[in-house]
């Protein structure tokens, strides 16, 4: 039989047919009589059994070949190619099918214009207490044709946001479609609209991100670009856009940022409005960053690049072109004063936490704050609000005369102040009133905070439990060299770095202690070395500060890069918080119709050990009692038993000035900027309010005592767990007389750009008392400061490579 056979008589169930045999085979002579063609194959009982046999017989085989083979016969009989083609062809068909129904259903609204200028509302602000602080004013907008506006500015806005606008269908599917992703992941929004879309998206919808919107924005696209001229909708698409300045619409834009009619725009102008679009409020050149500056200026380039690219530019043209800086802003009802400063980190929070939940851009993020009918109750407290303000109009802008000394005109101030405890902003000082100052001083990071870093080296060097080159535990006794311009050591190498102190004064061994007291600039530079600048970076970043962009370089010991009075406020706040993490926050509540918005918490993790930051606290408050703010705090007949850890700054060339310190219960930072009246750049303060030099123990700790002693609990005590410091071991014995017994050591200029080798240093505080018992009992000689730093050249942070 052959195996055919045989495999057909199986799947019959009947036993194997018997091989044929001959008659004459010898090896069966029995049977030599028998038929020669004869085959058996069974009775049909035999059959039968056979075949209940057989099965019996596959079943043992199927549970002796195990689960496995069993599970993969049956995936290969779930997904055959037929199986999974026709799934497919059916979810094709199926979104299809859905496609054109919805496009049968969804139909352009009608009348829109008027329900979209309703939905533009006032923004309500309120202090903590609920009590109204200011509504944001009307919208602006006035809506001109589009043949008002010349051809080529025309053209900037497609150069820059679509530019196969006049070829496509109204939308783009790839972009679309990865929206849609986007959305359903939870990712939100990244781009990829048509001008068409976002026309739709102004003027017909809202600007939630949900997939049901984002569908309906492209089937009413479609429908759009199908019924209306792309003239049609490019005038749409400029006349509803949100430019910043409360203006929406290019009319209003052309007016709040050039003061001209949109007919009289140029095509410089027009370039610098449609960049504009992508970050209203980042892209400001009057507030801007230098980041945002830089940003803009880049977009700026990219749209009149398009336009040659696309033919609507010559060449020689675009050459010859220079950016336009737009004029300030106009004053805008309910801003005036501080309000405006107030209102704007209310946004820029709020703008940020919208970013983060819903998944969306900056641009999308203003367009849903900006004239939406919110009510946003702030942290302010009414009365500090009012104390912070009248603290820095009696320190500081009522003895400034700008006729009678022109660099009085050129002085700024800013500050901040926290609740340690909760994260909440509850004052906040901008600048003089916003109308003429728009540039925010309490969020501007452009100016060096200088010695207020120093206490980031130290709170580094406690945590990492660093020791010193010859292998001594970093603690605030332990001695270190205080000699002026002494090269800085790793391993026994110099690394070119040796800081000069204030008046080239030499200390000899003093101790951590004070050496934070006297702003010592050679001892904090060496122990930046020996805790490792990645470390002393890492430790400013755990604690608020930008380092992002930042190289750890031994400069950086001086506080050289850029800070805020916001973020000193931060990394303070973490201190007298006990190294728990806070992040300020201005923004207590945020309600949108029945939405109403989650912000973080403003206090975090333990960023640094409990131990670490009161040994901080404890140092600072060293400084206050017998230091660079004596005569400004401890001495202050204004305060009351208030204990008060701070720490005085003041940046190389007097360009920045600052106190930042805390009692148990708030903390405040004040800065004070030299910056150009005119052209905004920054600039020595030298002479400013009769003083030959603004150091960070005159007008900010002034402001800080005039305000800090008027609000603060007179009975609240650190609670510190440290046995090191001068909380623990004054390095000072109080007097019943308020009166100053010694001249107030001075606070230093520090800083050189940390790129570069500075080869000098600010002058230092100097110190007028004993030293510690635990250091060489010598008097350190008392040093006038000098009219001016002996370097006389630095780099500022904010501008790379431009001589100061």
């Not at 050591?489 to 204030?502: L, Q, R, S, Y």
């Not at 009351?640 to 940046?651: C, I």
Request: glycine content about 10%; hydrophobic content about 30%; some cysteine.
């Amino acid at each position: 039989m052959g195996r055919a056979e045989d495999r057909r008589a199986r799947q019959r169930g009947g036993r194997r047919a018997a091989p044929r045999r001959s008659s004459g085979s010898p090896s069966n002579p029995s049977n030599s009589g028998a038929a020669e063609s004869t085959t058996v194959i069974g009775t049909p009982s035999e059959a039968v059994g056979g075949r209940a046999a057989a099965r019996r017989a596959a079943k043992a085989g199927s549970r002796g070949r195990g689960k496995g083979d069993d599970g993969k016969g049956r995936i290969r009989r779930l997904f055959t190619w037929k199986k999974i083609l026709g799934t497919f062809l059916g979810v094709c068909l199926l979104g299809i099918g859905s496609f054109i129904a919805l496009y049968l259903y969804v139909d352009i609204p009608k009348d829109n214009a008027a329900a979209q200028a309703a939905q533009l509302q006032s923004n309500i602000y309120k202090f903590s207490d609920g009590a109204v602080l200011a509504r944001d004013g009307e919208v602006n907008r006035e809506i001109v044709d589009l043949s008002k506006v010349p051809k080529p500015v025309q053209d900037t806005f497609v150069a820059a946001e679509n530019k196969s606008f006049y070829h496509d269908n109204g939308i783009d599917l790839k972009g679309t479609t990865r929206g849609l992703l986007n959305t359903l992941m939870g990712k939100g929004a990244q781009g990829g609209s048509t001008i068409t879309q976002q026309y739709v998206k102004n003027y017909y919808l809202s600007q939630e991100q949900t997939v049901s919107r984002k569908l309906r924005e492209m089937v009413i696209s479609l429908k759009v670009d199908r019924e209306m001229s792309k003239d049609e909708i490019l005038a749409g698409y400029i006349n509803t856009s949100y430019f910043g300045r409360n203006a929406y619409g290019i009319q209003a834009a052309a007016q709040a940022y050039y003061r001209v009619d949109a007919s009289k725009l140029k095509v410089e102008q027009g370039a610098y409005l449609a960049a504009l679009l992508q970050a209203p409020s980042q892209y400001d050149w009057q507030a801007a960053s230098d980041t945002g500056k830089k940003l803009v200026t880049a977009r700026w380039n990219y749209v009149l690049d398009n336009m040659v690219e696309e033919g609507w530019l010559d060449k020689s043209e675009r050459q010859g072109m220079t950016f336009p800086e737009p004029r300030e802003p106009k004053p805008t009802a309910g801003q005036e004063g501080q309000k405006g400063y107030l209102i704007a980190l209310a946004n820029r929070q709020l703008e940020d936490q919208l970013m983060k939940q819903d998944g969306i851009t900056r641009s999308q993020a203003e367009r849903q704050v900006e004239g939406q009918g919110w009510t946003i109750t702030l942290n302010i407290d009414k009365k500090k609000q009012a104390a912070l303000e009248k603290a820095v109009k009696a320190k500081l802008t009522s003895k400034l005369d700008p006729k009678k000394r022109k660099v009085d005109r050129n002085v700024q101030a800013g500050a901040v102040s926290v609740d340690p405890k909760t994260g909440k902003i509850v004052a906040l000082y901008g600048g003089v009133d916003y109308f003429k100052h728009y540039y925010s001083n309490a969020t501007r990071a452009d100016y060096q905070p200088a010695s207020t870093f120093k206490p980031v080296i130290l709170a580094a060097a406690l945590d990492e439990n660093a020791e010193t080159q010859d292998g001594k535990p970093i603690t605030a006794n332990t001695l270190y060299d205080g000699t002026s311009k002494r090269p800085a050591v790793d391993k026994g190498t110099k690394v070119g770095f040796a800081p000069e102190n204030e008046d080239d004064t030499n200390y000899g061994d003093i101790t951590v202690q004070r050496a934070m007291n006297a702003s010592v600039n050679s001892v904090f530079a060496q122990m930046g070395i020996d805790v490792g600048m990645p470390n002393v970076m890492d430790m400013a970043a755990k604690l608020g500060m930008d380092t992002s962009k930042e190289q750890a370089v031994p400069a950086q010991t001086l506080g050289s890069m850029g800070a805020s009075p916001l973020q000193m406020a931060g990394v303070y706040a973490t201190l007298d918080n006990h190294g728990k993490k806070v992040t300020p926050s201005i923004i207590k509540k945020a309600e949108h119709n029945s939405r109403v918005i989650e912000m973080p918490n403003a206090v975090g993790e333990q960023v640094i050990s409990e131990k670490t930051a009161d040994t901080v606290t404890s140092v600072l408050t060293g400084v206050v009692d017998d230091g660079t703010a004596r005569r400004s705090v401890r001495d202050n007949p204004e305060r009351d038993g208030q204990e008060v850890a701070g720490k005085t700054g003041t940046s190389d060339d007097n360009k920045s000035a600052w106190f930042t310190g805390y009692t148990p219960d708030l903390v405040t930072s004040v800065g004070l900027f030299g910056e150009d009246a005119k052209t905004g750049e920054q600039t020595k303060m030298y002479g400013a309010g009769g003083h030959d030099r603004v150091n960070g123990g005159d007008f900010p700790a002034e402001i800080w005592a005039a305000y800090m002693f008027g609000v603060t609990k007179t009975d609240a005590e650190f609670d510190l767990d440290t046995d090191q410091g001068a909380a623990v071991l004054p390095t000072w014995t109080p007097t019943p007389s308020q009166k100053p017994t010694t001249q107030e050591p001075t606070e230093e200029p520090t800083t050189q750009k940390p790129t570069e080798t500075p080869t000098t240093e600010e002058p230092t505080e100097t110190p007028t008392t004993q030293e510690p018992t635990e250091e060489p009992t010598t008097q350190v000689p008392t040093v006038e400061p000098t009219d001016k730093p002996t370097d006389d050249i630095t780099l500022d942070p904010a501008k790379p490579g431009d001589d100061q």
